[in-house]
């Protein structure tokens, strides 16, 4: 019952909402119909009033009503008859009408409120309610316009019954079928909000499943449909994704640390162990911290760019791209790390002024900066390194309105990468051969390809052993 408690509580609330709406809806209904029927019964008594004011002529004898219906009735009034349509008793739709002078004198019809309406004045064309009995009734009252009998009222009458019985018949009608129409809808809230909850109940089976097993692999299957519940369906499976890449990526580290720092630990450890086995003289002890102090600073290197290259992989939003000076970057860079002088390598830039794109200033001053220092650490004594930033020719696209593409190269005349090496060299900690395995630690192109691919940028490599190595990015220009 715990689990259901959204659901039960969504339905109920959904129960009153509609319980509401539909005591609203017959409240409003029965004031429409209340008010629709009045208005069809006093046209009803309107109508049926005016049809037999005109079934009443003034005539001198007999003879001459019988010339106009043979079936009329007369009544002796004022030195003549007033000949009366023989169906002008006749009851149509509970209408009654009755003939009145205009002192109140009644000369013909039925008037069932004729005591209370007693010296009552007429009031023509006019409807107005009375009380007979528990029975209320409309009055209607209109003056006959007949030559030489002006002064003549038909007064017509109906009761409200009918309108109460339709009324009530209504309301039972609807205290039958609401109380059914109620409960379908109500059970047909409670499986509807049950569906729509149901990616809900997933996404905590698929948690616990999670928690229980610890298989981030696992992902939530919502099903076909569109809607926020499946978007937070979609939401999580992305959270799942990538806790599990920080995952995968925690353990790469965990794994890569172990493997890289053994060696110099070891080392560190040999060094001591040696050291401590006998006295040594000072010469010797300044020699093992030496030892120690180049492997620790090793490991702080490795530790340090294996913590940055951790943070591009799992935070790549603390990195934005913004409008940037290539130009000027890559000119910056070249000219401070020509003072290095490694080996004796000359570096020089030949760099195009004012290309621009869209980039992260930290980030591509360590792209650079590593492509360099490979090209120094590879490099042949005396050697050569060439920094080069240039647009591209003009493309197509670029016909069409966009900006030329550019191209960053490092090229050294150094020791060159192998054929069967070069697709390998921007994994982590790859060593070609062991003449390249004391150089680095092998995160400095993988950092390179990460921070390429952060700015949807293209690698190219060319090499030949001996003759030296080109590093290219290709960026987008803006």
Same mark, same amino acid.
């Given at each position: 019952?715990?689990?259901?408690?959204?659901?039960?509580?969504?339905?109920? *609330?959904?129960?009153?909402? =509609?319980?509401?709406?539909?005591?609203?809806?017959?409240?409003?209904?029965?004031?429409?119909?209340?008010?629709?029927?009045?208005?069809? +019964?006093?046209?009803?008594?309107?109508?049926?009033?005016?049809?037999?004011?005109?079934? +009443?002529?003034?005539?001198?004898?007999?003879?001459?009503?019988?010339? @106009?219906? $043979?079936?009329? @009735?007369?009544?002796?009034?004022?030195?003549?008859?007033l000949a009366i349509d023989d169906d002008f008793m006749d009851i149509i739709n509970d209408v009654t009408c009755s003939l009145y002078t205009e002192e109140g004198e009644?000369?013909?019809?039925? &008037? %069932?409120?004729?005591?209370?309406?007693?010296?009552?004045?007429?009031?023509?064309?006019?409807?107005?309610?009375?009380? &007979?009995?528990?029975?209320?009734?409309?009055?209607?009252?209109?003056?006959?316009?007949?030559?030489?009998?002006?002064?003549?009222?038909?007064?017509?009458?109906? %009761?409200?019954?009918?309108?109460?019985?339709?009324?009530?018949?209504?309301?039972?009608? =609807? =205290?039958?079928? *609401? %109380?059914?129409?109620?409960? *379908?809808?109500?059970?047909?809230?409670?499986?509807?909000?049950?569906?729509?909850?149901? %990616?809900?109940?997933?996404?905590?089976?698929?948690?616990?499943?999670?928690?229980?097993?610890?298989?981030?692999?696992?992902?939530?299957?919502?099903?076909?449909?569109?809607?926020?519940?499946?978007?937070?369906?979609?939401?999580?499976?992305?959270?799942?994704?990538?806790?599990?890449?920080?995952?995968?990526?925690?353990?790469?580290?965990?794994?890569?640390?172990?493997?890289?720092?053994?060696? $110099?630990?070891?080392?560190?450890?040999?060094?001591?162990?040696?050291?401590?086995?006998?006295?040594?003289?000072?010469?010797?002890?300044?020699?093992?911290?030496?030892?120690?102090?180049?492997?620790?600073?090793?490991?702080?290197?490795? @530790?340090?760019?294996?913590?940055?290259?951790?943070?591009?992989?799992?935070?790549?939003q603390n990195y934005p791209l913004t409008d940037l000076d290539l130009s000027h970057l890559v000119n910056n860079i070249a000219l401070d790390m020509a003072l290095l002088?490694?080996?004796? +390598?000359?570096?020089?830039?030949?760099?195009?002024?004012?290309?621009?794109?869209?980039? &992260?200033?930290?980030?591509?001053?360590?792209?650079?900066?590593?492509?360099?220092?490979?090209?120094?650490?590879?490099?042949?004594?005396?050697?050569?390194?060439?920094?080069?930033?240039?647009?591209? $020719?003009?493309?197509?696209?670029?016909?069409?309105?966009?900006? $030329?593409?550019?191209?960053?190269?490092?090229?050294?005349?150094?020791?060159?990468?192998?054929?069967?090496?070069?697709?390998? @060299?921007?994994?982590?900690?790859?060593?070609?051969?062991?003449?390249?395995?004391?150089?680095?630690?092998?995160?400095?192109?993988?950092?390179?390809?990460?921070?390429?691919?952060?700015?949807?940028?293209?690698?190219?490599?060319?090499?030949?052993?001996?003759?030296?190595?080109?590093?290219?990015?290709?960026?987008?220009?803006?």
């Open positions: 019952m715990r689990k259901r408690t959204i659901q039960i509580r969504t339905t109920l *609330l959904y129960a009153l909402i =509609l319980l509401v709406l539909v005591t609203l809806t017959v409240l409003l209904f029965r004031t429409v119909s209340i008010s629709v029927l009045q208005k069809t +019964i006093r046209s009803y008594l309107v109508s049926a009033t005016n049809e037999n004011a005109d079934k +009443i002529v003034r005539v001198q004898s007999r003879e001459e009503a019988d010339e @106009i219906d $043979p079936g009329s @009735i007369l009544i002796a009034h004022d030195g003549a008859y009644m000369l013909y019809g039925e &008037n %069932p409120l004729a005591r209370q309406m007693e010296g009552r004045a007429f009031e023509n064309s006019h409807i107005y309610q009375l009380a &007979n009995e528990g029975i209320n009734y409309y009055v209607y009252d209109r003056k006959l316009i007949i030559e030489d009998a002006e002064h003549l009222w038909i007064r017509g009458m109906v %009761p409200l019954t009918e309108s109460v019985r339709q009324i009530s018949d209504i309301t039972r009608m =609807l =205290l039958f079928v *609401l %109380p059914l129409f109620f409960l *379908l809808a109500l059970t047909g809230g409670y499986f509807v909000t049950g569906r729509m909850l149901h %990616p809900i109940r997933t996404m905590e089976r698929t948690a616990v499943e999670i928690a229980q097993g610890s298989d981030l692999t696992r992902r939530i299957d919502a099903g076909k449909g569109e809607g926020e519940l499946h978007d937070l369906a979609g939401a999580f499976n992305g959270m799942l994704d990538e806790i599990e890449a920080s995952f995968a990526a925690e353990q790469r580290f965990t794994s890569d640390a172990s493997h890289e720092l053994r060696t $110099p630990m070891s080392v560190i450890m040999a060094q001591v162990e040696l050291t401590l086995s006998k006295d040594r003289t000072d010469g010797e002890y300044r020699d093992a911290l030496r030892v120690i102090r180049r492997q620790a600073g090793r490991m702080n290197a490795l @530790i340090n760019d294996m913590l940055d290259y951790t943070r591009m992989e799992q935070r790549k002088r490694e080996n004796d +390598i000359t570096l020089t830039q030949d760099v195009e002024e004012d290309l621009h794109i869209n980039g &992260n200033q930290v980030l591509l001053t360590r792209l650079i900066q590593n492509l360099i220092s490979n090209a120094y650490r590879y490099g042949k004594e005396n050697g050569t390194i060439v920094v080069t930033l240039k647009a591209l $020719p003009h493309t197509e696209e670029t016909v069409r309105g966009k900006a $030329p593409k550019i191209r960053l190269s490092v090229a050294d005349n150094g020791v060159g990468i192998s054929e069967q090496d070069l697709e390998h @060299i921007f994994d982590r900690f790859y060593r070609a051969d062991s003449s390249r395995a004391t150089k680095g630690n092998g995160l400095g192109l993988s950092m390179v390809k990460k921070i390429a691919e952060l700015h949807n940028a293209t690698l190219e490599v060319t090499s030949k052993e001996g003759e030296g190595s080109t590093f290219a990015v290709i960026f987008a220009g803006i």
